[in-house]
């Protein structure tokens, strides 16, 4: 095959540039349609870069990081801000308040998740300025951020990834969800595991392929995910063994999830419906 003449690799880098965007509201719902009535199928997170894959006014068609496609609306989104390149601090509380200069007393100039990473542009004592994907400057206490100096962050193992998890205990369950506002079940695991440098994709059954396949009925570890299948007495024909579900595992029996209609809470897998509908688990660590 022969390498790409600098013409093609040109009009490459031309089309990224022209297609690469970044969030510039805290949460943006993916919709399956360019129609707000639509279902939500995930969400893009501030300062994320994104791919536009298509455009319907006033709708533009993207691709996160992870590879998942949904709609949102055009002003969500912001051509690269100058200055993006160079240092950046990793949002660590759950959500933080930026304000307009380093002052608590000021009302937020935004509200940002955790994971969320913004360039610094500065700092004084207690204080960091951050750069957001519009242009704006932000102020966020010190304590609040974490400097981006190696990868992971955070250390990878099982007792940090619980820790992790638990901080998430009662956020409230969002189809689609992918930040503390609201979790489902596989935007909770995938964002618990992304702050601690693991990489998973957006949905419950394609997690289940990654990572080390292990016997669900075994002796399983704390952060392993398990997964499951839908409750047979809402499963149609087609669904027997269908993966509609993931939680973390805490303990060798209690698990961390995302609960639809309900919220993130611990349960066991000795509780009456989970047992029968274990069908995988993978390990990470």
């Known amino acids: 095959m022969d390498a790409p003449s ?9 089309q990224a540039a022209v297609t690469a965007r970044r969030v510039q509201v805290p949460v943006t719902p993916m919709h399956s349609d360019p129609d707000a009535l639509s279902e939500q199928v995930s969400q893009a997170l501030l300062g994320q870069e994104v791919t536009v894959v298509d455009a319907h006014d006033p709708w533009r068609r993207i ?7 949904g709609w949102v609306a055009q ?24 304000r307009g200069r380093p002052d608590s007393r000021l009302a ?20 960091v300025e951050l750069l957001l994907p519009d242009g704006r400057h932000g102020w966020v ?3 609040r951020v974490i400097e981006v100096e190696r990868e992971p962050l955070r250390p990878a193992h ?18 689609g969800g992918c930040s503390p506002a609201g979790l489902d079940c596989s ?18 059954d394609v997690q289940s392929t990654q990572g080390e396949s292990i016997d669900p009925a075994g002796s399983l570890r704390p952060a392993d ?27 060798s029996h209690r698990f961390i999830h995302a609960l639809g209609s309900r919220n993130v809470r611990i349960n066991s897998l000795n509780e009456g419906e989970w047992r029968p509908r274990l069908q995988r688990a993978r390990r990470f660590l």
């Open 6 to 14: 600098p013409l093609s690799k040109l009009l490459s880098s031309v």
């Open 63 to 69: 691709r996160t990081p992870d590879g998942y496609e």
């Open 75 to 98: 002003e969500t989104l912001a051509l690269p801000a100058e200055g993006w390149d160079g240092p950046q601090a990793e949002i660590e509380d759950l959500w933080v308040n930026l």
């Open 108 to 127: 937020p100039l935004a509200y940002v998740p955790i994971g969320t990473r913004l360039p610094i542009q500065g700092g004084c004592e207690g204080w």
């Open 141 to 143: 206490e010190s304590h």
């Open 158 to 175: 099982a007792s940090a990834i619980c820790r992790t998890a638990r901080r998430f205990l009662g956020v409230p369950y969002l189809w």
């Open 187 to 204: 935007g909770f695991v995938q964002l618990v595991m992304r702050l601690h440098g693991i990489h998973l994709l957006r949905d419950a």
């Open 225 to 251: 995910l398990v997964f499951f299948s839908r409750d047979p007495s809402q499963a149609g024909p087609d669904d027997p063994g269908r993966i509609t579900h993931v939680g973390m595992m805490v303990s």
